[in-house]
């Protein structure tokens, strides 16, 4: 694992690209970390004492990562001002507030368009800006279940699984945010034309269920979770107990890396893997052999093959995996392990830079650095807050 104590020169593809986030929960901070983290100048535009929904120790927080805090009071005019100030300057701004929240603060899209026609404005929802739910509340175990995304995760006879909040959350809302506002910064670029950019988890969701929505329209998928080939319904693409309580992963779904499996495992005679009818049989014997040792046993014994299994790395054990520290996957920065920018690039690669604050750390440096003037008096007025 790579220490990185020092704070490299800002890089990545994406250097020279400005970044207006309008702070709020989950999804848009993580579309504004990946932004930082390609080598955007993105400025947090926290509430003055942070958001109540935010995590106990901020400097910790590494969604928070690659960018400075500046802590604005924008129930003042003045500090909706300076945010147009700021976004005058921008190519994007990133907001994830309920429809028409930035409106009423003076910050939507008409007003930030008059500002500047070219800037990319990103909405972050969870229903999107329109629709019976638009004004609802809701999370991204909510999302994933009206989008379908939910249903079918799970065992079969038991209930659906929720898989974290990386499904809804980050996979369904920032990525498809982050695709959505470089996709139309290329317009705005050739253009000059800026756009709206509605990025809602149901929609990602959805798009993320091309492959099972395809097998289940072409015959290839049960209704009833946990009976097909991807939900743990095949044996031979599921995960196996082992003698020490941990757990090996098993995807030997084309026939020649199951068949590497079988000659690991030394098992003759294994039951007929393309007839489900005899999958329950061919899972109690699968089952019954990953027991008799352990994790790091099977580990060992799998190491080079193509059998397509490998140990379930809890995740405080995964920076020290092997193939992760060779790749360099997880780095320690500023005492935080944490997962380096992803992709990799050939040419213009992404480091991190500024760690995780709390609200308003760096009010007066971020400000100076885009230009704003008089920063003593917006903190002495209390429009903006340079935290302690």
């Not at 590494?62 to 009071?73: D, H, K, T, Y």
């Not at 300057?89 to 507030?97: C, N, R, S, V, W």
């Not at 699984?161 to 506002?181: E, H, K, R």
Request: charged share 15%; proline share 8%.
């Amino acid at each position: 694992m790579t220490n990185s104590s020092n704070k490299p020169a800002a890089s990545g593809p994406l250097h020279g690209v400005r970044v207006v986030e309008l702070v709020g929960i989950g999804p848009g901070p993580f579309a504004a970390m990946l932004l930082a983290d390609l080598g955007a100048d993105v400025i947090r535009i926290d509430r003055p004492g942070g958001n109540a929904m935010q995590v106990s120790q901020p400097d910790k927080d590494i969604l928070g990562r690659g960018r400075p805090s500046a802590a604005v009071n924008l129930k003042d005019p003045r500090g909706v001002e300076l945010v147009l100030d700021l976004i005058e300057q921008a190519d994007i701004l990133i907001e994830g507030f309920r429809p028409g929240v930035t409106e009423r603060l003076g910050l939507g899209p008409e007003a930030c368009h008059a500002r500047n026609p070219a800037l990319i404005y990103g909405r972050m929802t969870g229903w999107g800006q329109d629709g019976p739910l638009a004004l609802t509340a809701g999370h991204d175990i909510n999302y994933i279940s009206v989008a379908g995304a939910l249903d079918p995760i799970g065992r079969a006879g038991g209930p659906p699984q929720i898989p974290l909040n990386l499904v809804g959350d980050f996979a369904g809302g920032s990525m498809y945010l982050v695709t959505g506002v470089l996709a139309a910064l290329m317009h705005s670029r050739a253009t000059g034309e800026g756009q709206i950019v509605d990025a809602a988890i149901t929609d990602g969701a959805a798009h993320l269920l091309a492959m099972p929505m395809t097998m289940q329209q072409s015959g290839a998928w049960n209704p009833e979770r946990g009976t097909n080939l991807l939900d743990s319904g095949a044996p031979f693409y599921d995960v196996y107990e082992t003698a020490d309580g941990r757990w090996m992963s098993v995807g030997g779904l084309e026939p020649q890396f199951y068949a590497a499996m079988e000659q690991v495992l030394a098992i003759d005679d294994l039951p007929d893997r393309y007839d489900p009818a005899q999958w329950p049989a061919l899972r109690a014997i699968l089952a019954e052999a990953f027991a008799t040792k352990s994790q790091a046993e099977w580990t060992a014994l799998f190491d080079g093959t193509d059998a397509c299994v490998a140990p379930v790395v809890p995740m405080h054990e995964a920076a020290q995996h092997p193939h992760n520290l060779a790749r360099g996957t997880y780095v320690e920065h500023e005492g935080l392990v944490q997962a380096a920018p992803a992709p990799r690039f050939s040419q213009t690669p992404a480091t991190l830079t500024t760690p995780p604050a709390r609200a308003g750390a760096n009010t007066t440096e971020a400000l100076t650095a885009w230009g704003i003037t008089d920063i003593d008096r917006l903190i002495s007025d209390g429009v903006a807050v340079q935290a302690n």
